[in-house]
């Protein structure tokens, strides 16, 4: 099993990004987007369920960030809008499988976003 993100970089302040997860070996029942700031714990972005779709957000990206998959190419996607000095951090992706929970479940090796003020 193999999660491979990508997408990251440096943009300024407003500035638009999109991440992708492409993911190979099995499916799962969520995917979703956690990251981790310099000095600070990982922290869960946003979510979706593989099968139906439904999403989750984290109270400080909602209306700023959308999470999409295509199932077709097993990717997940992170599309941030209005972005601020404060979402600069390592962006990881992670999926569960029935019965798992995030930390058991598995995780790519991190794209990393900037944002300039």
């Known amino acids: 099993v193999q999660l491979q993100a990508s997408g990251g970089g440096l943009v300024q302040a407003g500035g638009s990004l999109k991440l992708s997860c492409a993911a190979s070996?099995?499916?799962?029942?969520?995917m979703g987007w956690f990251r981790q700031a310099p000095g600070k714990e990982r922290e869960f972005v946003a979510s979706?369920?593989?099968?139906?779709?439904?999403?989750s957000y984290a109270d400080s990206v909602k209306g700023r960030f959308a999470i999409s998959r295509d199932k077709a190419k097993n990717t997940v996607y992170l599309q941030m809008n209005g972005l601020k000095p404060e979402d600069t951090a390592v962006y990881y992706c992670?999926?569960?499988?029935?019965?798992?929970?995030?930390?058991?479940?598995?995780w790519g090796q991190g794209t990393l976003v900037t944002v300039s003020s």
């Open positions: 992670a999926a569960v499988t029935p019965g798992s929970n995030w930390d058991g479940g598995y």
């Open positions: 070996g099995r499916t799962f029942n969520d």
């Open positions: 979706i369920s593989w099968i139906f779709g439904g999403t």
